[in-house]
């Protein structure tokens, strides 16, 4: 008989904790942005301010974790559509040359003058996301949601040890710089993404989910890479 574990105070609890630690961490950069502080380079003076967009975005996807962990699905798929819709059209802006029109639109509701593009690896971590937010119901599609999020969990842990030894491996696009809060806010979101995998599954004989040995050692190799 297959052994099983369903949701418990355990999940919730860590599903909560991740979403508001996302979410306060984008709602505290847009409000320092809306009073003119940028908080990364205050933090780091290595790091680049966090563009408004990323910040909404990683926001979202927090309190979207938070609607897995409520189980608010209707709250989980409009959050998720909407910072999908925001990354596409932000990829198709540059892919066509039409300029940052979303950028401006957000900054300008903000009050916002001064901002910078999203960094490439941080549009792949929120495509990302909203991908796993999106397969979050689905018992057969675990194992991919638990990939996806050892994917953005990678993502934020190779450029958060790219701020701290020097090695620029946050830089994806010459000029577009991966922020330090956004490679914080990738890591927690990772995880988030990881743990929502974990509420269904057959467990080994340790009692820990079959997938999660194969996705952590997943996520080491493209650390080392």
Request: with cysteine; aromatic share 8%; charged share 10%.
């Amino acid at each position: 008989m297959r052994s099983e574990y369903r949701v418990g105070p355990t999940y919730r609890a860590g599903l909560i904790v991740s979403g508001g630690m996302c979410a306060g961490l984008g709602i505290a950069i847009l409000v320092a942005l809306a009073f003119h502080w940028a908080p990364d380079t205050q933090l780091l003076p290595a790091s680049v301010s966090t563009p408004p967009a990323a910040a909404l975005g990683f926001a979202a996807c927090g309190l979207a974790l938070i609607g897995v962990g409520l189980w608010f699905p209707q709250v989980t798929s409009v959050l998720a559509m909407v910072t999908m819709s925001m990354m596409v059209a932000l990829v198709a802006e540059r892919a066509f040359g039409a300029g940052p029109r979303v950028e401006t639109l957000i900054s300008a509701n903000l009050r916002i003058a001064d901002f910078s593009s999203v960094a490439p690896n941080t549009v792949a971590v929120l495509l990302l996301a909203t991908l796993a937010l999106f397969q979050r119901h689905s018992q057969r599609r675990l194992g991919a949601i638990a990939t996806l999020g050892s994917i953005v969990f990678a993502i934020g842990v190779v450029s958060c040890m790219g701020y701290m030894t020097g090695v620029p491996t946050y830089v994806w696009q010459s000029g577009a710089p991966m922020s330090f809060l956004s490679a914080i806010g990738s890591c927690v979101l990772g995880l988030g993404i990881i743990m929502s995998a974990g509420r269904h599954c057959e467990l080994d004989e340790r009692g820990m989910p079959r997938w999660f040995s194969r996705e952590i050692g997943r996520a080491s190799c493209r650390e080392r890479v």
